[in-house]
């Protein structure tokens, strides 16, 4: 099992920021993908961005310019820098994590996400 777990959401005005945190545990041997999704009411799970274990991203073009998605490799841990929040960013955001993790001593994939992180912008 691979476990995430996110922080750092909250509820903000229009124009301000929040930074996402989410850290990875368990028997983890690597993480190739990590990634920020978010689902507003009524709407299907979006990509925000994602960061590959050699730093390369990929936002929405929604999100371009706005976020920064980085991380730590050193402690499993992805972060989402939200600026110049707008009322159309309110959603949960999920993390996901995907790589290879120890099932006794066979390596085996893994695709885990957390429970998500509520963000509210207000305008």
Known sequence: QVWLVE????SVRAGG???LSCA???RIFR??????YRQAPGKQRELVATIT??????????VKGRFIISRDNANNTVYLQMNDLKPEDTALYYC???????SGSALVDFD???QGTQVTVSS
């Open 112 to 114: 885990s996400w957390g």
């Open 31 to 36: 993480i190739n993908a990590m990634g920020w």
């Open 17 to 19: 920021s929040l930074r």
């Open 96 to 102: 996901n994590a995907a790589g290879k993790r120890y």
């Open 53 to 62: 274990s050699g730093a390369s991203t990929n936002y929405a073009d929604s």
């Open 24 to 26: 990875a545990s368990g």
């Open 7 to 10: 922080s750092g959401g909250g």
